[in-house]
């Protein structure tokens, strides 16, 4: 696919790949850029041959921010009026698992990127932080809210008020990765776990991605009532038939997303 300017896209076995692709200036997120990786989560999402997609950037980084190049300049209204954030905020109503591999720097919208993914994998050589305090600026896409919602309010005060940066063990201490690998096994490793997610139940899997979220605004009880609904719904698909029909017939099952 050659319709993209800034990043690149594969399809492969269940799995939709997006690479960031400006690697010169470290995978900096210009408008164009954001505006096409949500246009490709958001294909990627409605295509059926994909059930779990992958982003990671080219080169040494994830992403190291938004182009300070073209924000530079920028005012408040003009911000406001061009609705800045209204393809980022598209990325959050994504459907199906996007896992970040994150191969060096992930800094301040590209962290926020890496944030708005659901499972972070991360080479050991990862760099995560907020530096907009050094611009005069602070995260805007996120970052203040999912930061602190992972790993607590002293450290991610620390973090966004120092701009230091977090290592790839420290982000794994903290829960913000899933998993470190080496750099030259961080696709393999990624690739395999969305294999195995790939294999499982779609609507199973959409349910639970949409449930775990309510469970960070929601009070337990008001989120169990929300699990249940969608445990509820379940009932009503094929594959809940053809699952436990295959285990009890001892068999894999064989399942369609429907
Ligand atoms: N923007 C533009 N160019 C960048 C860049 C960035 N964020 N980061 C790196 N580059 C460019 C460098 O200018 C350099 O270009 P040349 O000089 O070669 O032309 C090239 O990438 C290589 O970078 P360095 O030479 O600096 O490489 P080093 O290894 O020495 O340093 C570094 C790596 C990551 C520590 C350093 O490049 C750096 O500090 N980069 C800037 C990090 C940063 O401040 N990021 C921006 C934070 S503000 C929004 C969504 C999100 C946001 C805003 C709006 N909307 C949806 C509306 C988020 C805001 C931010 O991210």
């Not at 995260?139 to 450290?155: C, E, F, N, Y």
């Not at 973090?159 to 998993?179: F, H, L, T």
Request: proline share 3%; charged share 25%.
């Amino acid at each position: 696919m050659d319709k993209f300017q800034f990043i690149e896209t594969e399809k492969e076995g269940g799995i939709g790949l997006i690479k960031l692709n400006r690697p010169k200036v470290l995978n900096a997120l210009n408008r164009t850029m954001i505006r096409e990786i949500v246009q490709i989560l958001e294909e990627f999402d409605l295509d059926h041959s994909i059930k779990v997609m992958i982003l990671t950037g080219n080169g040494r980084a994830f992403a190291a921010g938004a182009d300070i190049d073209e924000m530079a300049d920028k005012n408040t209204m003009g911000m406001e009026l061009a609705n800045q954030f209204a393809d980022w905020d598209r990325i959050s109503l994504v459907k199906k698992p996007v896992i970040g591999a994150v191969n060096g720097f992930a800094l301040g919208g590209g962290f926020e990127l890496a944030l708005a993914c659901d499972l972070l994998f991360a080479s050991d050589n990862a760099k995560f932080g907020f530096p907009e305090v050094n611009l005069g600026v602070m995260p805007g896409a996120g970052g203040t809210q999912r930061l602190t919602k992972a790993i607590g309010k002293t450290k991610a005060l620390a973090y966004i008020w120092s701009g230091d940066m977090m290592s790839a063990e420290e982000a794994s201490e903290y829960g913000v990765v899933n998993k470190v690998v080496a750099p030259e096994l961080l696709m393999e490793e990624t690739i395999r776990f969305a294999e195995r997610l790939a294999e499982k139940a779609p609507l199973s899997i959409r349910l639970i991605k949409e449930s775990v979220y309510k469970a960070l605004d929601y009070s337990v009880y008001e989120g169990m009532q929300f699990e249940r609904k969608n445990f509820y719904l379940l009932f009503s698909s094929e594959d809940q038939k053809e699952g436990m029909q295959a285990f009890l017939e001892k068999r894999k099952p064989s399942f369609k997303g429907k």
